[in-house]
């Protein structure tokens, strides 16, 4: 399965790329992502789940990151299994200045097997397309509920050996919201026009 396409973030390139780059921000912004931590240089074990149609399941697997050019692009290989199967993939990813911000451009194929496979085609597509739109939309949100700079150090916050990290040294970041199932939108879509038929053959308003 391939895929491609482009999203603008409301940020500087370096800035962006920083971010990308940070796996506390990557956990906060890929749908279903319930652990992400780093195993060596550019290397994380990650735990998602993802609902696909009938088919939803926990996945195991790795993230690593390899060709770096900071910041301008980098490629991401991606392994996992797990109760709907197994996926892996290998994305291409861009970023270029633009007058609003940063400009990320991206294409990659993604392989999967098992029950998850059955569901066809046109539903994974639609499914990976949305995945990677909500991904894009929690790191815009993410990246604007974020200070421009960093907030300087209190004088006294020096960090010696033996003492707490000051408090300003952890960015944390709200979760991205849990995938949606593409037939939960498709069934509330058909309610709706249901509705709205009754409506019209008994004339009630309520």
Same mark, same amino acid.
């Given at each position: 399965?391939?895929i491609?396409?482009s999203?603008?973030?409301?940020?500087? @390139?370096?800035?962006v790329?920083?971010?990308?780059?940070?796996?506390?921000?990557l956990k906060?912004?890929?749908?279903?992502? #319930?652990?992400?931590e780093? +195993?060596?240089?550019d290397?994380?074990?990650?735990?998602? +789940?993802?609902?696909?149609?009938?088919?939803k399941?926990?996945?195991t697997? +790795?993230?690593a990151l390899? #060709?770096?050019?900071?910041?301008?692009?980098?490629?991401?290989?991606? #392994?996992?299994?797990?109760?709907?199967?197994?996926?892996?993939?290998?994305?291409h990813l861009? $970023? &270029?200045?633009?007058?609003?911000?940063?400009?990320?451009?991206?294409?990659?194929?993604?392989?999967?097997?098992?029950?998850? &496979?059955?569901?066809?085609q @046109? $539903?994974?597509?639609?499914?990976?397309?949305?995945?990677v739109?909500?991904?894009?939309? &929690?790191?815009n949100?993410?990246?604007?509920?974020m200070?421009?700079?960093?907030?300087p150090?209190?004088p006294?916050?020096?960090?010696?050996?033996?003492?707490?990290?000051?408090?300003?040294?952890?960015?944390?970041?709200?979760?991205?919201?849990?995938?949606?199932?593409?037939?939960?939108? $498709?069934?509330?879509?058909?309610m709706?026009?249901?509705r709205?038929?009754? @409506?019209?053959w008994?004339?009630?308003?309520?």
């Amino acid at each position: 399965m391939k895929i491609s396409g482009s999203h603008l973030l409301n940020a500087p @390139r370096d800035r962006v790329w920083h971010m990308l780059n940070d796996p506390a921000f990557l956990k906060a912004c890929l749908p279903g992502c #319930e652990s992400l931590e780093a +195993t060596g240089p550019d290397r994380y074990q990650a735990t998602l +789940t993802v609902g696909i149609a009938a088919v939803k399941g926990k996945y195991t697997g +790795t993230v690593a990151l390899s #060709e770096k050019e900071p910041p301008r692009r980098f490629t991401m290989q991606v #392994e996992g299994k797990g109760t709907g199967g197994f996926m892996r993939g290998t994305g291409h990813l861009e $970023l &270029a200045d633009d007058p609003q911000g940063t400009k990320v451009t991206y294409q990659g194929d993604v392989q999967v097997g098992g029950p998850i &496979a059955s569901i066809g085609q @046109r $539903l994974l597509d639609g499914a990976a397309k949305m995945m990677v739109g909500q991904f894009f939309t &929690a790191v815009n949100t993410q990246l604007a509920a974020m200070p421009a700079t960093p907030p300087p150090a209190p004088p006294d916050s020096t960090h010696k050996p033996g003492n707490a990290a000051p408090p300003n040294a952890v960015q944390s970041f709200t979760a991205a919201p849990a995938p949606l199932s593409p037939w939960r939108t $498709l069934l509330q879509l058909l309610m709706t026009q249901g509705r709205d038929k009754l @409506r019209q053959w008994f004339g009630r308003s309520g």
